[in-house]
């Protein structure tokens, strides 16, 4: 899903596509998109977490690190975490619904994977993938169709959320 954005950058670097969320279950990151900052030697230079080239302060440390090499005091002060996190069985009852969503769409059973994409949002509500995975499929007009539009965003997460709520 990234590569358009890497391509239409320009980028020249190596990016990983974490298809099946395998890095992000590892470290409990539940949103997108992230980034995992490695040096030459594979050593991790930033710790997992939210990346957006599009805020300026990220892209000068970023642009820093690459050209010296010198890892930006902000990214070794940072919250982000380099702990392995442990899923709670709520958790990896929704991954293996994503999974299993995943599988049904390279099927092309798009009703079916809807089907599990809400299963696991109920499941894991704070768990963006999920959450987004389950936009795109399901309204890719506004997932999909020209800038990222955050309002929209918010207000489907607000009506999801109150359905959450007048579920229970």
Same mark, same amino acid.
Do not use: C
């Given at each position: 899903?990234?590569?358009?954005?890497?391509?239409?950058?320009? %980028?020249?670097?190596?990016?990983?596509?974490?298809?099946? !969320?395998?890095?992000?279950?590892?470290?409990?990151?539940?949103?997108?998109?992230?980034?995992?900052?490695?040096?030459?030697? %594979?050593?991790?230079?930033?710790?997992?977490?939210?990346? !957006?080239?599009?805020?300026?302060?990220?892209?000068?440390?970023?642009?820093?690190?690459?050209?010296?090499?010198?890892?930006?005091?902000?990214?070794?002060?940072?919250? !982000?975490?380099?702990?392995?996190?442990?899923? !709670?069985?709520?958790?990896?009852?929704?991954?293996?619904?994503?999974?299993?969503?995943?599988?049904?769409?390279?099927?092309?059973?798009?009703?079916?994977?809807?089907?599990?994409?809400?299963?696991?949002?109920?499941?894991?509500?704070?768990?963006?993938?999920?959450?987004?995975?389950?936009?795109?499929?399901?309204?890719?007009?506004?997932?999909?169709? %020209?800038?990222?539009?955050?309002?929209?965003?918010?207000?489907?997460?607000?009506?999801?959320?109150?359905?959450?709520?007048?579920?229970?």
């Amino acid at each position: 899903m990234a590569k358009p954005w890497v391509e239409a950058s320009g %980028g020249t670097y190596r990016s990983l596509l974490d298809q099946h !969320n395998s890095i992000g279950k590892a470290y409990g990151v539940k949103f997108v998109p992230i980034g995992i900052l490695l040096d030459e030697d %594979g050593r991790l230079a930033r710790g997992v977490g939210s990346v !957006n080239i599009d805020q300026e302060e990220f892209r000068e440390e970023l642009t820093r690190w690459v050209e010296t090499g010198a890892i930006p005091k902000s990214w070794i002060d940072s919250d !982000n975490t380099t702990e392995i996190h442990e899923l !709670n069985g709520s958790e990896r009852e929704a991954d293996a619904r994503f999974q299993l969503a995943i599988i049904l769409l390279e099927q092309e059973k798009k009703d079916e994977a809807i089907i599990e994409l809400k299963r696991a949002f109920r499941l894991d509500p704070k768990n963006w993938l999920i959450r987004k995975q389950l936009w795109a499929v399901e309204l890719p007009e506004a997932f999909y169709d %020209g800038n990222v539009d955050y309002t929209w965003q918010k207000e489907q997460m607000a009506r999801e959320d109150a359905a959450l709520v007048s579920e229970s």
